[in-house]
């Protein structure tokens, strides 16, 4: 009998079950630790031009940091600096506008039918909840809200599902407002 996965000890000790969570484990501390250093090393002068964009500056930079299918982009330092200079509701609105846009790219892909997920049993629990309407906007909502590297998985899901884009946009969207607006209120506690 050949040893699957969940039988052999990966090189650093850590068995099939527990092994399936070490990898998004390690993205998370990574996109959060450079989330921290971009908060802290983003040049005023940076924040001086992006602000004086406004709301277009949250917004572009939100969804292209969102449109990045897989590779955590760090913009959460940026959309908390710039919280800081602009009205928090305005910035909430434009950075859920446009990350919800943004995830959209990996929607689209899902729909082009592509296979780009790798089949794991996160994938075939998405899976399942996707093909159905209520349980597919409330796990997409779920899944948008916090900061986690899984909702790509989501979005090329529903794309291959043929879920209704507007379904998939009105989730996204209300569980990002949740997100940036808290990244928003953390970036102006921290300027008070």
């Given at each position: 009998?050949?040893?699957?996965?969940?039988?052999?000890?990966?090189?650093?000790?850590?068995?099939?079950?527990?092994?399936?969570?070490?990898?998004?484990?390690?993205?998370?501390?990574?996109?959060?630790?450079?989330?921290?250093?971009?908060?802290?090393?983003?040049?005023?002068?940076?924040?001086?031009?992006?602000?004086?964009?406004?709301?277009?500056?949250?917004?572009?930079?939100?969804?292209?940091?969102?449109?990045?299918?897989?590779?955590?982009?760090?913009?959460?330092?940026?959309?908390?600096?710039?919280?800081?200079?602009?009205?928090?509701?305005?910035?909430?609105?434009?950075?859920?506008?446009?990350?919800?846009?943004?995830?959209?790219?990996?929607?689209f892909v899902g729909r082009s039918g592509?296979?780009?997920?790798?089949?794991?049993?996160?994938?075939?629990?998405?899976?399942q909840q996707l093909r159905h309407p209520?349980?597919?906007?409330?796990?997409?909502?779920?899944?948008?809200?916090?900061?986690?590297?899984?909702?790509?998985?989501?979005?090329?899901?529903?794309?291959?599902?043929?879920?209704?884009?507007?379904?998939?946009?009105?989730?996204?969207?209300?569980?990002?407002?949740?997100?940036?607006?808290?990244?928003?209120?953390?970036?102006?506690?921290?300027?008070?």
């Amino acid at each position: 009998m050949k040893p699957t996965d969940e039988t052999v000890p990966s090189a650093i000790g850590l068995a099939g079950p527990r092994r399936q969570w070490f990898r998004p484990l390690v993205i998370g501390l990574v996109a959060v630790a450079l989330n921290i250093a971009a908060y802290y090393l983003l040049p005023q002068e940076l924040i001086r031009r992006l602000g004086s964009f406004g709301y277009l500056g949250v917004f572009a930079v939100t969804a292209f940091a969102n449109a990045t299918v897989v590779v955590p982009v760090p913009y959460y330092g940026l959309v908390a600096r710039l919280a800081q200079e602009l009205n928090l509701i305005g910035v909430v609105l434009a950075g859920a506008l446009g990350s919800a846009l943004g995830e959209s790219v990996a929607f689209f892909v899902g729909r082009s039918g592509r296979a780009a997920v790798e089949d794991t049993r996160f994938y075939r629990w998405v899976q399942q909840q996707l093909r159905h309407p209520w349980r597919a906007f409330a796990v997409l909502f779920l899944l948008a809200a916090p900061p986690n590297p899984a909702f790509d998985v989501a979005g090329l899901t529903a794309g291959a599902l043929g879920l209704p884009y507007r379904l998939f946009l009105g989730a996204v969207f209300l569980g990002r407002i949740i997100r940036v607006g808290l990244i928003a209120l953390l970036g102006a506690g921290l300027d008070s």
